[in-house]
């Protein structure tokens, strides 16, 4: 597990940028040896006011002004146990904010902040949480309709590093796996979180069928929006 932080440590990221009504991405970097491997949180605006944060990144205070324009922070989702490193540092400065996290991950983020929930409690309609299938350790994902335009937010179980940062960040992105020709489920993620590949397989051909698929936002690299669904077959197409 990444180390906790509970003090705000803003690493490189870039602005925030607005993919659809209410829906922003703000793309960050975790700093290693020799390179920058791509993170990312996305921010989803409330019907009722306020703002749902996933996967938690610190940042810069002109990035925080816009969230906070947006609406205060209501929710931080925190989608696996992998991605609680940064969770405490927001529950220091939101601490009226509900942090969710999927039930398997409960004890692991509850290292890191409290968690008020494992399950739906946003109660806003355009919003739905689905638990992704065949996996051994439960992560969330995350669907937002506008419209009829479906956001499909992911965490590790896709992967899209089409630009790794330096030569560190490049060995690792080829070596293991983390989509840089195409999205795809990384090779650590699928020895450490698939159970059966057949059911993650079945999730993303679910999920490539959905009426108005437009973007997939996933946690490590590039947002997919040219032929998401395409993306999901191809991606379904590994574990055949």
Not at 25 to 30: C, K, L, M, Q
Not at 43 to 64: D, K, T
Not at 89 to 117: F, L, N, T
Not at 211 to 236: C, F, K, M, N, Y
Request: proline share 7%.
């Amino acid at each position: 597990m990444a180390k906790l932080n509970q003090d705000w440590v803003v690493q490189p990221h870039g602005a925030m940028v607005e993919v659809d009504d209410g829906i922003w991405t703000v793309a960050g970097n975790i700093v290693m040896p020799l390179g920058k491997f791509p993170r990312r949180m996305t921010i989803v605006a409330l019907a009722e006011g306020g703002a749902v944060i996933w996967s938690a990144i610190p940042l810069g205070e002109p990035e925080m002004a816009r969230i906070e324009a947006i609406g205060t922070p209501r929710f931080l989702i925190v989608p696996n146990a992998g991605h609680r490193a940064d969770v405490g540092a927001w529950h220091r400065r939101y601490p009226e904010a509900k942090i969710i996290a999927p039930p398997s991950a409960r004890e692991a983020v509850g290292e890191a902040a409290p968690v008020d929930a494992t399950d739906d409690i946003i109660g806003d309609p355009a919003i739905r949480f689905e638990r992704i299938a065949g996996t051994k350790e439960d992560e969330f994902a995350l669907l937002v309709d506008r419209g009829g335009r479906v956001t499909l937010i992911l965490n590790d179980i896709l992967s899209n590093v089409r630009h790794p940062e330096g030569i560190g960040a490049n060995i690792m992105a080829r070596l293991f796996g983390f989509g840089v020709k195409r999205p795809r489920t990384s090779r650590p993620v699928r020895r450490a979180f698939v159970e059966a590949g057949a059911a993650v397989a079945a999730q993303f051909r679910c999920w490539a069928a959905l009426p108005g698929l437009t973007r997939i936002i996933v946690s490590h690299g590039d947002v997919i929006d040219a032929d998401p669904a395409g993306a999901l077959e191809q991606a379904a197409s590994d574990y055949d």
